[in-house]
């Protein structure tokens, strides 16, 4: 059961819905299309009833004619397989960098201390020119794999593109990634070339990562050039016998761009899974897809304006990262924040937005939260002038952390929570433009998106948790996985449980309104005496507890058939989980869910482990409860608190049931 409430907290003025993005498309469909429709959810209807219509309007709107024609919107309408825009030809890069200005600035470049510093649309062209000549240089082109160990800096964005317009497929992982996680995701792709930063900053400290980078060559055989990235040491890089090392090199002014003339479905980049369940699966994106997708989700659903300033608080090892980018597909700017979101305290992230003169500024649910939990107050601490909207992602967000953001970050902020992957780099459902804000609901499913909620037999449940599938196919899904010739672990991964129907593994509820509660991964699902219900409901009752700063709750069946629920949490300091503060969870949760909520079991846990972007460990750990090793679920340095997994490995064999 939902917890949600559907009180609303802020609904757009008639000015701002004009003045939207969508407001312009229906009027662009209405002038050129001979199209009206009354508002969001009946563009939605037909966007997805008419699915090749709808994309080829947004092909139109978004000027893409000017890159080329094509030969059919979408053929063999099948999942997995469908084929999108045949014919077209199509690079990112270029499309990047299609819109520049001579008034607004393409990046904006920041640390926790220094002072942001603007990079111009042509000063980005230029510098991408450079990376893209020298990669050309090391005879990189289509094929071939560029590999980048860096932060989230203005270099970062400069080798992606440049990546991009050789025709060469980017890969990228954060440097505050261990090694072995590191190398079990860039030997799948054999790359030819490591682009790799001296070091990092993270919560005051300065991390030099250049022996990393060493470490990194040694694993990778194929690499045979390094570009090095120094931003604050001097002195040799560490390499080995074979590789050639090169500076970043230089721009010269107005330099040209070459830019590959690719097809719409030439691999642009791969994203990897979190790695928490076994190889991390290598997902392929293509240039096509992924502008088509971009445009249309930050366009007309998070209604990112050339006139914004657009910041995420994230790495490079997140999909949002790649999502952020596709803001210069808009014109806009895009702020880049290299460091921790609560350095000097939890308010560091918004003092970052504030400093940049963010306008839409990205978080993940556990920044918003942590915020809630320290009673931060932004609004009073650091001001956020020019902030128009949060847009919220990663998690569930807790009821009461939605009316945190009103009550202490601004009344008049557009909170846009968002459900969406790596899987497909985008958004499945968000908000809308002419839509209000309710507390604990996700607006409405994207446009082109045919989202739906589903039992165990496929019948369509309103009102009712049940599996987010969307029954048609989108243009940014997956081209394959690396490592996967014949796609059997493609295929596995979304279409196992319902042939043809893409299962994006979260349980969700539909209402009548198309409004939506995402309540966790479904595979991850507790499921007492055939009641089923997603982890969210209970983390939203037990973290608002004082003397809890974090839980784990598991539902794992167990050989002999039994089912155990345990609730981990992770007390603030200086206090104990005695009998009177059990008691006390067990009473929230039997009284505001109900009796089939309450554990088995509640245990002080020493941390809760996480994915490397802030998701909670309840898969890996379910396992580590049935009886599986460690080592066996979760790939070295993918994961916050590794050393606590024999912790849990340890608790599993107290249940009794799990073999030892």
Not at 62 to 79: F, I, N, P, S
Not at 330 to 336: D, P, R
Not at 558 to 575: K, N, Q, R, S, T
């Given at each position: ?7 609303i907290?802020?609904?757009p003025?008639p ?7 969508l407001?312009d ?5 209405r ?6 429709f009354?508002?969001?959810i009946?563009?939605?209807?037909w966007s997805?009833?008419e699915?090749t ?6 092909w139109e709107?978004?000027g893409l004619?000017e890159?080329?024609?094509y030969?059919a919107v979408l053929?063999?309408r099948?999942m997995p397989?469908a ?6 030809r199509?690079n990112?890069?270029q499309?990047c ?5 001579d008034t607004?600035?393409?990046?904006v470049s920041v640390?926790e201390t220094?002072e942001?510093v603007?990079t111009?649309?042509?000063e ?19 094929g071939d794999?560029?590999a980048?160990?860096?932060?989230n800096?203005?270099?970062?964005v ?6 991009a ?6 890969t990228a992982c954060s440097?505050d990634f261990g090694i072995p996680s590191v190398?079990?995701r860039?030997?799948?792709?054999a790359?030819?070339v490591l682009?790799a930063?001296?070091g990092y ?8 990562r250049r ?8 694993g ?14 001097t ?9 050639t090392?090169?500076d ?7 330099a040209?761009?070459e830019?590959a003339?690719v ?13 928490t369940t ?8 293509g240039?096509?897809?992924?502008v088509?997708?971009l445009?249309?989700s ?5 209604d990112?304006?050339?006139s914004?300033?657009f ?7 997140w ?6 980018i596709?803001?210069?597909l808009?014109?806009a700017t895009i702020?880049l ?8 305290d939890v308010?560091g992230g918004?003092?970052?937005a504030?400093?940049?003169g963010a306008?839409?500024f990205g978080?993940g ?7 809630e ?13 020019r902030?128009?909207?949060i847009?919220?992602t990663?998690?569930?967000?807790a009821?009461?952390?939605?009316r945190?953001?009103?009550s202490h970050v601004?009344?008049?902020v557009?909170?846009?929570s968002v459900?969406?992957g790596?899987d497909?780099?985008?958004a499945?459902?968000g908000a809308?433009a ?8 996700i607006s409405a499913?994207?446009?082109?998106v045919a989202?739906?909620s589903?039992d ?8 009712q948790?049940?599996e987010l599938v ?5 243009p940014?899904m997956p081209l394959?996985f690396v ?16 042939p043809?129907?893409?299962r994006h593994?979260d349980?969700?509820?539909v209402?009548?309104d198309l ?7 479904s595979?991850?699902?507790?499921n007492r005496?055939?009641v ?20 784990l709750?598991?539902?794992?069946e167990?050989?002999?058939g039994?089912?155990?629920m345990?609730?981990f949490?992770v007390?603030?300091e200086?206090?104990q989980?005695?009998?009177?503060l059990?008691g ?6 039997r ?7 309450v554990p ?7 941390a809760v482990p996480?994915?490397l972007?802030?998701k909670?460990?309840e ?11 460690p080592?066996q679920v979760?790939s070295?340095?993918a ?6 997994l ?8 107290t249940i009794?049931?799990v073999?030892?």
């Amino acid at each position: 059961m939902s917890m949600s409430s559907p009180d609303i907290l802020w609904r757009p003025s008639p000015h701002q819905v004009e003045e939207s993005n969508l407001a312009d498309f229906l009027r662009w469909l209405r002038t050129s299309r001979g199209h009206s429709f009354a508002d969001y959810i009946e563009l939605w209807r037909w966007s997805t009833d008419e699915l090749t219509e709808f994309w080829a309007a947004v092909w139109e709107y978004y000027g893409l004619d000017e890159a080329g024609g094509y030969d059919a919107v979408l053929t063999e309408r099948t999942m997995p397989g469908a084929r999108w825009f045949p014919g077209a030809r199509l690079n990112f890069a270029q499309r990047c960098l299609a819109a520049p200005s001579d008034t607004r600035a393409a990046l904006v470049s920041v640390t926790e201390t220094g002072e942001p510093v603007e990079t111009s649309w042509r000063e980005l062209r230029d510098e991408v020119a450079a990376v893209a000549t020298r990669l050309r240089e090391l005879d990189v082109g289509p094929g071939d794999h560029v590999a980048a160990y860096l932060p989230n800096i203005r270099e970062a964005v400069v080798a992606l593109l440049a990546t991009a317009a050789v025709g060469a497929v980017w890969t990228a992982c954060s440097p505050d990634f261990g090694i072995p996680s590191v190398l079990a995701r860039f030997r799948q792709v054999a790359p030819v070339v490591l682009i790799a930063a001296d070091g990092y900053i993270y919560g005051g400290k300065a991390f030099d990562r250049r022996a990393e980078a060493a470490e990194l060559l040694d694993g990778l055989p194929t690499v045979r050039h390094l570009v090095t990235v120094r931003r604050r040491t001097t002195g040799s890089w560490p390499t080995r016998a074979g590789v050639t090392v090169h500076d970043w090199p230089d721009p010269s002014a107005d330099a040209e761009i070459e830019f590959a003339d690719v097809p719409f479905d030439h691999p642009l980049w791969v994203l990897w899974s979190s790695g928490t369940t076994g190889v991390p699966k290598g997902i392929v994106h293509g240039h096509g897809g992924i502008v088509v997708e971009l445009l249309k989700s930050l366009g007309l659903g998070a209604d990112v304006r050339a006139s914004d300033r657009f910041l995420f608080l994230t790495s490079t090892s997140w999909m949002v990262w790649n999502y952020l980018i596709g803001g210069l597909l808009h014109g806009a700017t895009i702020v880049l924040y290299d460091g921790s979101p609560t350095f000097p305290d939890v308010n560091g992230g918004w003092r970052i937005a504030e400093r940049t003169g963010a306008t839409l500024f990205g978080v993940g649910a556990g920044y918003l939260m942590a915020g809630e939990q320290a009673n931060a107050e932004p609004r009073a601490a650091v001001g956020l002038s020019r902030l128009r909207s949060i847009l919220q992602t990663g998690s569930t967000l807790a009821p009461s952390a939605w009316r945190w953001v009103y009550s202490h970050v601004s009344p008049d902020v557009w909170l846009q929570s968002v459900c969406g992957g790596t899987d497909i780099c985008s958004a499945l459902a968000g908000a809308a433009a002419d839509l209000p804000v309710r507390t604990g609901r996700i607006s409405a499913p994207a446009l082109g998106v045919a989202l739906a909620s589903w039992d165990p037999e496929g019948h369509p449940l309103t009102g009712q948790q049940g599996e987010l599938v969307v029954t048609e196919p989108m243009p940014s899904m997956p081209l394959r996985f690396v490592s996967d010739p014949d796609g059997r672990r493609y295929r596995a991964s979304y279409f196992d449980i319902f042939p043809g129907v893409w299962r994006h593994g979260d349980w969700v509820t539909v209402h009548d309104d198309l409004s939506m509660v995402v309540a966790g991964r479904s595979d991850s699902t507790l499921n007492r005496m055939g009641v089923r219900m997603g982890s969210a409901d209970i983390y939203a009752v037990v973290e608002r507890f004082p003397e809890i700063t974090d839980s784990l709750v598991i539902g794992a069946e167990l050989p002999d058939g039994g089912y155990v629920m345990p609730l981990f949490v992770v007390l603030a300091e200086h206090i104990q989980l005695d009998d009177t503060l059990r008691g006390r969870i067990v009473t929230a949760i039997r009284t505001e869910l109900s009796p089939r909520h309450v554990p088995d079991d509640i245990i002080a846990a020493p941390a809760v482990p996480r994915t490397l972007t802030g998701k909670k460990l309840e898969v890996p750990i379910k396992r580590i409860l049935q009886g599986t090793a460690p080592a066996q679920v979760v790939s070295a340095g993918a994961v916050t608190h590794e050393d606590t997994l024999n912790w849990y490995a340890r608790y599993g064999r107290t249940i009794g049931r799990v073999p030892k």
